[in-house]
Each structure stands twice: as C-alpha cells, then as structure tokens.
C-alpha cells in the first residue's frame, strides 16, 4: 500500500543533468508508488512546473547553462509555482552550500548519493501523506 492518501497521488518533478541521476532517482520514486516528470534543464523546469504543478520538485544544484540555485530563485518568484516544495539535490554538502540553497527559496536540501529510505522521509516532510496527518481544527 502506498505511504500517501490515494485520491491525491503526489507528482515529482525531478530535475537533473546526469542520465544515471535521472534514472536512479525514477526507480526510487516509482517504488515509492509516486508519479514522475524529468527534465534536464532549469529552463525546462520552469517550464514544466508552470504546467503541470508538481507536487514537489527534487532540483539538481549543479547544472549547465542555468543552475539549480537561479532556476530555484525562479521557480518561487513565479505565482504558478512559488509555492511548489523545491528539495536541492547535490554533491555539495557544506555550510555554505546549504546555505546559498535555502536563500534561493528551496525548502530542504539533500546530499547526493540519495539512499530511498532518506529521500522517502524527506518526502514525507511536504507531502500529505493521508487525511488524518492534518491539523486537527479546534
């Protein structure tokens, strides 16, 4: 069974310029039971996020011609998708590379290698998993 409310099956942007990332984060993902859209680029991303409204955008930081830290800042400048969890995945792992993430408005950060089991928690940080993980209203 699914770890999410199943009316409401979430959709992951992954963003990533290495095949091998992309494949590899897939297989993750579909094992979690969740929907996947690829794209290769931040202006892609872009793109595809404005139409499609993803649940949640896993965002590669280093990437050519328009990094993930620029196409971040763009993404939550953005009405159609300012509000989309961005989740940085990278190599970086430093202080300051975490720190330069969350000031481009990404809301978690992730170092790569991804372990399932770490990008599943993280996961579960932004989307709903089922209707009782609600607030209860007083």
């Not at 620029?70 to 970086?92: A, F, N, S, W």
Request: aromatic share 4%; hydrophobic share 45%; charged share 30%.
């Amino acid at each position: 069974m699914a770890w999410f409310q199943n009316n409401a099956k979430p959709v992951i942007l992954h963003v990533d310029d290495e095949y091998i990332i992309l494949s590899t984060i897939k297989l993750i993902l579909e094992s979690l039971g969740l929907d996947v859209i690829q794209a290769n680029t931040g202006l892609d991303a872009i793109k595809i996020a404005a139409k499609e409204k993803p649940s949640l955008i896993l965002l590669d930081a280093m990437m050519p011609v328009m990094d993930g830290y620029e196409t971040c800042i763009k993404l939550k400048r953005d009405p159609k998708t300012k509000d989309i969890p961005v989740i940085m995945l990278t190599g970086l792992d430093t202080v300051k590379d975490v720190e330069k993430a969350m000031a481009t408005g990404a809301n978690s950060y992730l170092v790569k290698p991804i372990e399932r089991n770490r990008l599943k928690a993280k996961l579960e940080n932004f989307i709903k998993l089922s209707p009782t993980d609600e607030p209860k209203k007083s």
